[in-house]
């Protein structure tokens, strides 16, 4: 239901009953992840802020697969291949992320 409606609101809603009972120290150690989307990212705002908001490369990978097959029409084998590039051990992602831990250090 809740992902049905996909409102800030809706979210929000639901999400405060869970700030409700954290403590503002938890909730600014609380690392939340989602894909984009524009309405969760926002009630995530509303009632965590302070929180630290990553993207969850599951939700991305989903959401380009979707993307690649309903909106390009990419098939699958050259889909499977492109989700490998970026998003697998050896992909884009993960690559940057090694890069960017070597630039923090």
Same mark, same amino acid.
């Given at each position: 239901?809740?992902?049905?409606?996909?409102?800030?609101?809706?979210?929000?809603?639901?999400?405060?009953? $869970?700030?409700?009972?954290?403590?503002?120290?938890? $909730?600014?150690? #609380?690392?939340? /992840?989602?894909?984009?989307?524009?309405?969760?990212? /926002?009630? $995530?705002?509303?009632?965590?802020? /302070?929180?630290?908001?990553? #993207?969850?490369t599951r939700h991305l990978k989903e959401n380009t697969n979707r993307y690649l097959e309903n909106i390009v029409g990419v098939p699958k084998s050259d889909r499977n291949t492109i989700l490998e590039a970026i998003y697998e051990q050896n992909g884009l992602l993960e690559k940057n992320r090694h890069r960017h831990i070597e630039l923090q250090a």
């Open positions: 239901m809740l992902h049905q409606t996909s409102t800030t609101k809706a979210y929000s809603s639901f999400l405060q009953d $869970i700030a409700d009972n954290l403590s503002d120290t938890e $909730i600014s150690n #609380l690392t939340i /992840g989602s894909d984009k989307e524009l309405a969760f990212k /926002g009630a $995530i705002r509303r009632c965590f802020n /302070g929180c630290t908001h990553v #993207l969850c």
